[in-house]
């Protein structure tokens, strides 16, 4: 949801802001999600969405990020606390912690496996979560020079 917010609160002579629409919003995340080789966290999306002339919060950005997550468009990834694009659905993920990529593993089996586990013990979770951190094949194999 957007609003008009008024300069100079509301007196003669003000100016309005340009308004920045949710949907414009969610596509401007998803335009920079795409263009990173890295998960971005909240505060990275704000200082790409400013750099391209957009006023934006970052609590518009945590309201974005939540509609996209709630469409699985876009994911969080936990051990960073940092977003990205939801490519491949019961995905473990590796993060390496040289170049700050993330890899996808599809791992429905197990996921099934988990949540089948969980609920025989009667728990009911909020989030499921497989994700490991280490270093990747490229930065292995460049010496930790893999974001080049």
Partial sequence: MSAIRKVAGGRAGSTQRRIYPATDI??????????????????????????????????????SLARLCAREAVERVEMTARYRIRDTPSALLMTCEQCGRTYPVAASRQFEELELAIAENGFLPGKVALETTGICRICRATGGEGNE
């Avoid at 998960?39 to 518009?60: I, M, T, W």
């Fill in 26 to 63: 969610d596509e401007d995340v998803i335009k920079a999600l795409n263009a990173s080789d890295v998960p971005l966290s909240a505060y990275d999306l704000v200082e790409r969405l400013q750099s391209k002339g957009r006023r934006v919060f970052v609590v518009s950005i945590y309201r």
